[in-house]
C-alpha cells in the first residue's frame, strides 16, 4: 500500500473505533433488562451439595449452547444476563442421570430462583473406560496455530527450541527466529515475556519438551499484546496441574552428535481444593563447535583492494539450566492470590582459532588468532498476582506486579600472531570484557468483562521501567603486565527506558459475523548515554473481522500498526570483536521502526490460507562500516528507509489412514528493502527477492504404545537485510514406545539428518562483499526417558488461573 493511503487508512480506522465503542454502550445498556438465573444441585438420596457439576442452557428446540455454568462447591450457580425466551436447562454429572428440564423467561424477570434440583445416581458402576483419542499436533484457528506437544512425540528428548524450529511457518537458525516471514516475535512463557536475541537458544534450550502442554503461534495479536509483537506472538504454557490430587515426572535425555550432551529434568504438580503448586527443574549439559569459512573482497571506494580469506574452529560446552515455581492460593470459588518464580542460567565456555590470509598487491600478510570466550547469562523473575473472577461467563480482574534481573557477561581472550609480507612475526595478546545487568519492574491491571457469548470486552493498564547498567573493560598484555586501554566516552554507559500504556479490546458476534477493534496508547521516555534521549506517544489500532461462511469455511480480514523498539543491546555503542578484520557495535541514535499490517485469513475444514502484507517504515537492519585503515569492518544496525514484504501461507491437514496424521505448510514470500548506499549515504539502493519454505510433519501410530514421527523442511534460497542465504532443509525421524500403562516413555530419534541446515550467507554489495558458512554441531542421535507417576482423583479443579499479563522486559541480548 503506498503511504499516501495511510491517513484515508487511519481515518477509517478511527470511525470503526468509534462505532464499536457505540456498540458497547448499547450492549451495556441492553444488559441491564437481561435475567439472572440461580439453583442449586443436590444429590437426589443424600440431600447434598453436588459441587462442580456442570450446567448448561440451551435454546428451545435448537442444540445451540446459550450459556454454561460450573456450580460452586455447595452446587449452587448462577447465569447471568440471560435474554427473555424459551430455554432448556441441562445439569450433568458423572456418576448421575443427567437432569433436563424447561426454562421459560418472559420478558421484565429480573431474576429466576429455579431452587433444587435433584440428581438421581446411575444404576450401574462405570467400567474401566480406555481413552484412545488424542489431541491432534496441529489445531488450526483463524487467528492462530496450536501445536499440542504435550504427549506427542516431540515432548520427550526436545527442548523448547527444538520444538520451535520445528513449527509450522516459523525459522530458527543460530537464535535469529521468524515467524511468517517476520522477526521481532513477542515470546512468552506462561504469560510471561521472554527475553529475544543472539541467545535465545540457550533460554528456550532450558525448557525440556517433556514440561510443555502446549504452544501457540497468532499471526494475529489483538490490542492486549505489547506493540512491540510486530512479528506475531508465541505462548509457551508449561504443564500445571490441572486435577485434584499430585503427579510428578522424572526425565532423561542423550545426545551425540560430534560432541555429546545429556540433561536431566523433573516436575511435580499438587493440587488441593485450596492450593495449586507447581515446581519444575531441568539440567543440560551438551557440546558443540562453529566451524567457519569465509572469503570477503575489500575494496578501495569502488576498486577492489585486496581478498581476505579465513577458516575457523571455535569448540563449545554449552551449560543450561532452569527451575520454576508457582504457588497460587484460592481464597474462594473466585479469588485466587499467587507467586510465581522463574530462574534461567545458561553458560557457554568456548575456545578455538581463526586463520586469516590477506592477499593485497605486496604481499601476502597471515593472522592466526586463538580466542577464548565465556558467555554467561542469568535470569530471574518474581511475579505477584491477584485474580478475582467476576461473574460464571468469565469476567475477571487480574492484578499483577512484576520484578526481573538480567546479567549477561561476555569474555575475550585473543592471541594473536601477524606475519607480514616482509616483516618477521608479530604476536599480541588482547582481552575484551562487557558486563551488563538490567533491572525490569513491571505493574498491570487487566480487566476482562463478558456480557454474553457473544460480547467480550477487554482493558487494562501497564506500566514497566528498565534501568541498564554496562561497562566495556579492554586491555593489552604488555611485558607480562595487563594495561587498560584509555576510557572513552562509551566505558560506563547506563540506560533507561519507562513505557506506561493502555488498551482496550472489544469483540462482538452478530450472527455469522465476529468483529474485533482495539486501540492500544504507549507513552515512551528513554535515554542513553550518549545517545538521544527522547519522549514519544503512540497509538497503535487493532481491527479484525470474521465472518462463518458455513460451519466449515471462515474467512478474515485484519489490520494493525506496530512497533518495534531497538534491543537494548543495540543502543549501547561497545565493541566486540570476532576476529582481526571484524567488529561489531551498538548505535545509540537507533530509533524505532514502525509497521502498518493487513492480513486476509481463511480456514476451510482445517485447511488455512493466509495472504498478508506489512509495510515497515524506518526499518532496523544491519550495516556496515569500513575503515581502510585497518581493513576493519564492523557490523552496526541503522533505521533504513522502508521495508516490504507480502507473504501467502497455506497449511493443509491429512490423514491418509488411521493410523496416519500429516500437517503440511506452505509459505510464498516477496521482500523488498530500500537502504542508503554504504558508500554515499546520499543514495539509495533496491533489494527484492521471492523465496518460499516448505514443511511436512507426519505421525504414524501402531498399537501396542509405537509411533513414529517424520519431519521435514525446505528454505528456498532467501534474504535477510542486506544478506543472501543459500537454500537449506531439515529432517528429523523418531520412535517413540509408551509402556508400563502409559506412565514411561522411550523416544529415540535424529535431527538434521542430511546435515544440511547451515546455509551459505552472502552480499554483493559495494564495499561489502563476501560468503560466508558456519557449521555448527546440528546433526545428532536423540534418547529420551520419561516417567509420570502420582495419583489425581480426576475431579476438576475449583480455579484454573494464568498470569497471563506479566512481563519480561525487552532484553536484545
Not at 483463524?142 to 499440542?148: A, F, G, H, S, Y
Not at 466449515?552 to 512497533?563: C, P, R, V, W
Request: charged letters at 15%; aromatic letters at 10%; one cysteine or more.
Amino acid at each position: 500500500m503506498r503511504p499516501s493511503l495511510f491517513p484515508a487508512f487511519a481515518q477509517a480506522s478511527r470511525l470503526a473505533l468509534r462505532l464499536l465503542i457505540c456498540l458497547l454502550v448499547c450492549v451495556s445498556a441492553a444488559a441491564q433488562a437481561q435475567t439472572t438465573i440461580t439453583g442449586r444441585v443436590l444429590d437426589q438420596q443424600k440431600q447434598e451439595g453436588l459441587g462442580f457439576a456442570n450446567v448448561v442452557l440451551k435454546a428451545a428446540g435448537a442444540e445451540s449452547v446459550v450459556q454454561t455454568a460450573l456450580a460452586d462447591e455447595n452446587g449452587r450457580f448462577s447465569l447471568k444476563n440471560v435474554k427473555p425466551g424459551s430455554y432448556q436447562l441441562q445439569v450433568l454429572m458423572i456418576g448421575f442421570v443427567t437432569h433436563v428440564q424447561a426454562v421459560p423467561l418472559p420478558a421484565g424477570t429480573p431474576s429466576l430462583d429455579l431452587g433444587t434440583l435433584g440428581l438421581a445416581a446411575t444404576a450401574q458402576k462405570l467400567g474401566e473406560v480406555v481413552v484412545t483419542g488424542q489431541r491432534p499436533l496441529i489445531e488450526q484457528k483463524p487467528d492462530r496455530m496450536t501445536m499440542n506437544v504435550d504427549g506427542s512425540i516431540l515432548a520427550a528428548g526436545n527442548d523448547a527450541y527444538d520444538i520451535l524450529a520445528a513449527a509450522p511457518s516459523v525459522q530458527l537458525i543460530d537464535g535469529r527466529l521468524t515467524f511468517r516471514g517476520k522477526g521481532n516475535v513477542l515470546i512468552l512463557l506462561n504469560g510471561k515475556r521472554l527475553p529475544s536475541g543472539t541467545n535465545l537458544e540457550t533460554l528456550l534450550a532450558s525448557i525440556p519438551g517433556d514440561q510443555i502442554e502446549r504452544i501457540e503461534l497468532i499471526s494475529n495479536p489483538s490490542a492486549k499484546y505489547d506493540a512491540d509483537a510486530s512479528g506475531g506472538v508465541i505462548e509457551i504454557y508449561t504443564k500445571r496441574a490441572k486435577e485434584l490430587g499430585w503427579t510428578a515426572n522424572l526425565g532423561a535425555n542423550f545426545r551425540q552428535g560430534y560432541r555429546t550432551g545429556a540433561g536431566l529434568n523433573g516436575g511435580v504438580r499438587v493440587s488441593t481444593p485450596k492450593l495449586d503448586l507447581a515446581v519444575n527443574g531441568s539440567f543440560n549439559r551438551r557440546g558443540g563447535f562453529e566451524r567457519s569459512t569465509s572469503e570477503r573482497t575489500i575494496y578501495e571506494g569502488l576498486t577492489p583492494a585486496a581478498g581476505l580469506a579465513q577458516r575457523g574452529d571455535l569448540n563449545k560446552t554449552i551449560l543450561n539450566s532452569s527451575f520454576s515455581a508457582s504457588l497460587n492460593y484460592h481464597f474462594s470459588a473466585n479469588t485466587t492470590l499467587g507467586f510465581d518464580v522463574d530462574v534461567l542460567q545458561s553458560s557457554l565456555d568456548g575456545a578455538g582459532w581463526t586463520q586469516s590470509y590477506l592477499t593485497q598487491g605486496n604481499g601476502l600478510t597471515t593472522s592466526r588468532m586463538q580466542e577464548s570466550v565465556l558467555l554467561q547469562d542469568a535470569f530471574s523473575n518474581y511475579t505477584l498476582f491477584y485474580k478475582h473472577k467476576l461473574d460464571s461467563l468469565g469476567s475477571a480482574l487480574l492484578l499483577t506486579s512484576n520484578y526481573a534481573t538480567y546479567q549477561n557477561k561476555q569474555q575475550q581472550t585473543f592471541d594473536q600472531l601477524l606475519q607480514g609480507p616482509q616483516d618477521s612475526a608479530v604476536a599480541s595478546t588482547f582481552r575484551n570484557f562487557i558486563p551488563a545487568t538490567y533491572h525490569i519492574s513491571t505493574t498491570a491491571a487487566d480487566y476482562t468483562k463478558v456480557w454474553n457469548p457473544n460480547t467480550r470486552l477487554e482493558a487494562g493498564l501497564k506500566y514497566t521501567d528498565t534501568r541498564n547498567q554496562s561497562r566495556q573493560n579492554a586491555a593489552t598484555l604488555t611485558d607480562g603486565n595487563w594495561v587498560a586501554q584509555a576510557l572513552s566516552p562509551f566505558s560506563k554507559l547506563g540506560y533507561q527506558e519507562r513505557v506506561a500504556a493502555s488498551y482496550f479490546s472489544l469483540n462482538h458476534t452478530i450472527g455469522k459475523l465476529g468483529l474485533q477493534g482495539g486501540l492500544r496508547a504507549e507513552r515512551t521516555h528513554y535515554g542513553v548515554v550518549s545517545g538521544i534521549d527522547s519522549s514519544y506517544f503512540n497509538l497503535f489500532p487493532n481491527l479484525r473481522a470474521d465472518y462463518k461462511v458455513s460451519d466449515d469455511f471462515t474467512t478474515s480480514l485484519a489490520y494493525a500498526k506496530n512497533i518495534r523498539r531497538p534491543a537494548y543491546e543495540s543502543l549501547i555503542p561497545y565493541e566486540r570483536f570476532q576476529d582481526t578484520y571484524s567488529t561489531s557495535r551498538g548505535n545509540a541514535s537507533l530509533r524505532p521502526e514502525y509497521m502498518h499490517s493487513f492480513s486476509w485469513n481463511n480456514l476451510y475444514k482445517g485447511f488455512g490460507l493466509q495472504l498478508a502484507y506489512t509495510q515497515t517504515v524506518g526499518a532496523i537492519s544491519s550495516v556496515y562500516l569500513y575503515d581502510a585503515a585497518t581493513l576493519r569492518l564492523t557490523t552496526t544496525q541503522q533505521n533504513l528507509a522502508q521495508r516490504h514484504l507480502a507473504t501467502a501461507t497455506f497449511t493443509a491437514p491429512f490423514a491418509p489412514a488411521k493410523w496416519w496424521t500429516m500437517n503440511n505448510s506452505a509459505n510464498v514470500f516477496y521482500q523488498e528493502l530500500n537502504f542508503p548506499n554504504p558508500l554515499d549515504n546520499s543514495m539509495h539502493l533496491t533489494k527484492r527477492k521471492t523465496y518460499y519454505m516448505l514443511s511436512s510433519d507426519n505421525t504414524l501410530t501402531w498399537g501396542k504404545g509405537w509411533s513414529v514421527r517424520v519431519y521435514g523442511l525446505y528454505n528456498s534460497p532467501s534474504m535477510n537485510g542486506l544478506f543472501d542465504w543459500d537454500a537449506y532443509s531439515y529432517v528429523s525421524v523418531g520412535v517413540k514406545k509408551t509402556f508400563l500403562n502409559k506412565r514411561a516413555s522411550l523416544n529415540l530419534s535424529v535431527a538434521d539428518l542430511f546435515y544440511d541446515t547451515n546455509p551459505r550467507v552472502s552480499s554483493t554489495i559495494v564495499p561489502v562483499v563476501l560468503s560466508e558458512l558456519y557449521r555448527n554441531d546440528t546433526r545428532q542421535v536423540r534418547l529420551a526417558f520419561t516417567f509420570n507417576f502420582g495419583k489425581a482423583d480426576l475431579k476438576s479443579k475449583r480455579v484454573e488461573t494464568k498470569s497471563n499479563a506479566d512481563e519480561r522486559g525487552r532484553l536484545g541480548m
